[in-house]
T-cell receptor
């Protein structure tokens, strides 16, 4: 299996621009998670989906952030407009089943907002 | 709410030294506990887990025992190698709401092993 695939690996953009991060979960996994990692706040859960439906988005920092999962093999995290404080590494992770607590993480997207 | 607290890093050790990374948790109910490892430039990987009190998780020479009385899950390894240099995350699962895989992570502890 190819694992969880994220793109791009690195993104550099200017403040005010729209940023879209992409994730392809492992085939057969029905849970998908978006995490953000920063030095100050560590690893934060932003949102997660079950069977393509958002279950808990309480970690999404503000309305500038949105996430979608149009089908079982693709999810996006969008920031519009982006701000310098959004600079972080964004991870996507997936797993199968409500009782399977082993998450498989992608390699992350390093986002820099100038 | 549920939370995880890890010892601050970075931790720097010589090869073959003994490693302990402390982790304590606060939780209602009976969470599962985990250690994840993040190598440079990569995502997190599950290192080991324990699902109930007194369980010992182990993998690749690392061990951790679920201690309910002290709410701890300390990570240990008897002899570290340079290849163990990474960031280690303690985590617990929020089982109360049966949210399947929703993990709460500690801040991470960076380990650097020198030859």
């Amino acid at each position: 299996d190819a694992g969880v695939i994220q793109s791009p690996r690195h993104e550099v953009t200017e403040m005010g621009q729209e940023v879209t991060l992409r994730c392809k979960p492992i085939s057969g996994h029905d849970y998908l998670f978006w995490y953000r990692q920063t030095m100050m706040r560590g690893l934060e859960l932003l949102i997660y989906f079950n069977n393509n439906v958002p279950i808990d988005d309480s970690g999404m920092p503000e309305d500038r952030f949105s996430a979608k999962m149009p089908n079982a093999s693709f999810s996006t995290l969008k920031i519009q407009p982006s701000e310098p404080r959004d600079s972080a590494v964004y991870f996507c992770a997936s797993t199968r089943g409500a009782t399977n607590e082993k998450l498989f993480f992608g390699s992350g997207t390093q986002l820099s907002v100038l | 709410g549920n939370s995880v607290t890890q010892m601050e890093g970075p931790v720097t050790l010589s090869e073959e030294a003994f490693l302990t990374i402390n982790c304590t948790y606060t939780a209602t109910g009976y969470p599962s506990l985990f250690w994840y490892v993040q190598y440079p430039g990569e995502g997190l990987q599950l290192l080991l887990k324990a699902t109930k009190a007194d369980d010992k998780g182990s993998n690749k020479g690392f061990e951790a025992t679920y201690r309910k009385e002290t709410t701890s899950f300390h990570l240990e390894k008897g002899s570290v190698q340079v290849s163990d240099s990474a960031v280690y995350f303690c985590a617990l699962s929020d089982r109360i709401y049966n949210q399947g895989g929703k993990l709460i992570f500690g801040q991470g502890t960076e380990l650097s092993v020198k030859p």
